[in-house]
């Protein structure tokens, strides 16, 4: 079953559109806001996004642009502008495709339908890259320098998440949250354990990537020291 991330402000429009989609067998998962909408991007495996352009928190053009920086997932904006520069800059942003209110849930079906069937035929290895880092998210391979590392699958996931979210402060609770869930229960300081053989692997003597936020978390970001 193909899974649909609905991100729709409008409780009705979303109770509507939620409905039609299932009926037609997609899993729908739905989403109010910008904010949740990234954080789910991030976290789970989607077959399509189903993206509107209002919502709080983030605008839709800023989750389109935020997800394309991670993510080549298929992403349908759904729209209320119908005029020509609007939708060249929201193909320019990332969007696959985009449908213009009002439409018939027939189109909105085909174009899934066309999304789905060019994602399947597109054969290419997702990079994520930062520096001389470098994430292959297809093997799940790590790279510095072009040269291979070995991570375990924990320090591989967390250094992904780094990443995606470089060169801002996270906390603790939110990189626990992350990778071990809402309901891991055991020593926060497993994060320290986990960073500190990932300095060990990338860090140079002049290169700095972690940073600790003394009271808060840490800030994934290169710095260069004298040696």
């Given at each position: ?8 402000d409008?409780?009705?429009i ?11 067998g ?6 109010e806001?910008?904010?949740?909408a ?7 495996d989607?077959?399509i ?10 605008s839709?053009?800023e ?12 992403i ?5 502008k ?13 969007a696959d ?7 018939a849930i027939e189109e ?15 054969k290419?290895?997702?990079i994520l890259?930062?520096d001389?880092?470098?994430?292959d ?7 510095k ?12 996931n967390?250094l992904?998440?780094f990443?995606?979210?470089?060169e801002?402060?996270?906390?603790r ?5 992350e990778?071990?869930?809402f309901?891991y ?27 600790s936020?003394?009271g808060?978390g ?6 260069l020291?004298e040696?």
């Amino acid at each position: 079953m193909k899974k649909i991330l609905l991100i729709e402000d409008d409780p009705k429009i979303r109770r509507v559109l939620q409905l039609e989609l299932e009926h037609e067998g997609y899993f729908i998962d739905p989403c109010e806001d910008g904010g949740k909408a990234i954080e789910k991007a991030q976290k789970f495996d989607y077959d399509i996004i189903l993206l509107d352009l209002m919502l709080p928190v983030l605008s839709g053009e800023e989750v389109c642009k935020k997800i394309r920086s991670f993510s080549d997932i298929p992403i349908i904006v759904i729209t209320a502008k119908d005029d020509t520069f609007n939708k060249v800059e929201l193909l320019d942003m990332g969007a696959d495709d985009y449908i213009t209110k009002p439409f018939a849930i027939e189109e909105l079906f085909a174009r899934i339908r066309v999304s789905l069937r060019n994602k399947n035929n597109f054969k290419s290895n997702k990079i994520l890259s930062y520096d001389d880092l470098k994430m292959d998210l297809t093997t799940k391979r790590f790279y510095k320098n072009e040269i291979e590392i070995n991570l375990t699958k924990t320090e591989y996931n967390l250094l992904e998440f780094f990443i995606i979210n470089k060169e801002i402060c996270i906390s603790r609770e939110k990189i626990i949250e992350e990778l071990w869930g809402f309901d891991y229960s055991g020593d926060g300081k497993i994060i320290d354990v986990y960073i500190n053989s990932l300095r060990k692997k990338i860090d140079e003597k002049t290169k700095k990537y972690f940073h600790s936020i003394r009271g808060f978390g840490y800030m994934f970001k290169l710095t260069l020291e004298e040696k």
